[in-house]
């Protein structure tokens, strides 16, 4: 079936960065894509962005364009997402999750416990 | 971007009687070529990351039980659990795959009556 297993939760003061990790095991890291999804306190689910594992491609919701980067390392079945320029409405759960579909058209089949992310001065 | 919307906000069922949640959209998610509609449902459990139920609008995945069910096309949609179970307290979200950015309803609050 698999899992991802996301990095432990970060604080940070305004207008720095956070780069949140999401390791895959279980499955073949680059038969799927990621998407990225964030869920402010007491909110609903955010999609931010999806990158093909195995090519790097990458497609981002346009309020984070210049603000996301998404990453992988497929030596080690791991895929990063890097916020820039935090702001206290930056504070959120962050999920990776796996994304059966070819392309960016997908749904999300397996999801990591969450990175909290606390920006606060 | 597709708008999702869900209703009712919330609502209390009693321990074996249907529940039924309406996702909306604000176009159609229907990809006429493959006659697939790109919709799926989502658990999340007070404290935990969601959960796919149902993609394909009506294909369950696997594992989840036969009580939870999809229907709908185009732009109406429906996730039925014929007998509440306590354990399906949580927070159900919608989400559309049709276009970028993905997006999700508001989500729906199910608790016990």
């Known amino acids: 079936q698999g899992q991802v297993v996301q990095s432990g939760a970060e604080v940070k003061k305004p207008g720095a960065s956070v780069k949140v990790s999401c390791k895959a095991s279980?499955?073949?890291?680059?038969?799927?894509?990621i998407s990225w999804v964030r869920q402010a306190p007491g909110q609903g689910l955010e999609w931010m962005g999806w990158?093909?594992?195995?090519?790097?491609?990458?497609k981002y919701t346009q309020r984070f364009q210049g603000r996301v980067t998404m990453t992988t390392d497929t030596s080690t079945s791991t895929a990063y997402m890097e916020l820039r320029s935090l702001r206290s409405d930056d504070t959120a759960v962050y999920y990776c999750?796996?994304?059966?579909?070819?392309?960016?058209?997908?749904?999300?089949?397996?999801w990591g416990k969450g990175t909290t992310v606390t920006v606060s001065s | 971007d597709i708008v999702m919307t869900q209703s009712p906000d919330s609502l209390a069922v009693s321990l074996g009687e249907r529940a039924t949640i309406n996702c909306k959209s604000s176009?159609?998610?229907?990809?006429?070529?493959?006659?697939?509609?790109?919709l799926a449902w989502y658990q999340q459990r007070p404290g935990q990351p969601p959960k796919l139920l149902i993609y394909w609008a009506s294909t369950r995945e696997f594992g989840v039980p036969d009580r939870f069910s999809g229907s709908g096309s185009g732009t109406d949609f429906t996730l039925t659990i014929s007998s509440l179970q306590a354990e399906d307290v949580a927070v159900y979200y919608c989400q559309q795959y049709y276009n970028i950015p993905i997006t999700f309803g508001p989500g729906t609050k199910v608790d016990i009556k």
């Open positions: 990158i093909a594992t195995y090519t790097g491609h990458t």
């Open positions: 176009q159609s998610v229907l990809y006429s070529s493959s006659s697939k509609n790109y």
């Open positions: 999750a796996r994304a059966p579909a070819s392309d960016e058209y997908s749904y999300m089949d397996v």
């Open positions: 279980g499955y073949t890291f680059t038969s799927y894509g």
